[in-house]
Nanobody
Framework: QVQFVESGGGLVQPGGSLRLSCVPSVRVFSIYGRGWYRQAPGKERELVARIFRIGSPYYADSVKGRFTISGDNAKNTVYLQMNSVKPEDTGVYYC?????WGQGTQVTVSS
């Protein structure tokens, strides 16, 4: 199965922004259906956003209006633009498509 590589995580202050990127280890047919999950310490992994070929992207209620998922099919890359971040956005962010996962990228929101 395809593996994914996430990048762009790091330490950011509350109210700041980050952009995460997700690329596959081998080229896949389409970026659609790819999503971002996150796992905070002591909590279960949750779906944050997913992009579809038809219709609007899915966003968890906790990130609506702040995060934007987008993609570039030519580059096989999906992005997660994170704005107005909050401490509760802290966690490891994982990329997923079908049965493939990445190793995750750490996002820490702290002053």
């Amino acid at each position: 199965q395809v593996q994914f590589v996430e990048s762009g995580g790091g330490l950011v202050q509350p109210g700041g922004s980050l952009r995460l990127s997700c690329v596959p280890s081998v080229r896949v047919f389409s970026i659609y259906g790819r999503g971002w999950y996150r796992q905070a310490p002591g909590k279960e992994r949750e779906l944050v956003a997913r992009i579809f070929r038809i219709g609007s992207p899915y966003y968890a209620d906790s990130v609506k209006g702040r995060f934007t998922i987008s993609g570039d099919n030519a580059k096989n890359t999906v992005y997660l633009q994170m704005n107005s971040v909050k401490p509760e956005d802290t966690g490891v962010y994982y990329c997923n498509q079908d049965e493939g996962w990445g190793q995750g990228t750490q996002v820490t929101v702290s002053s």
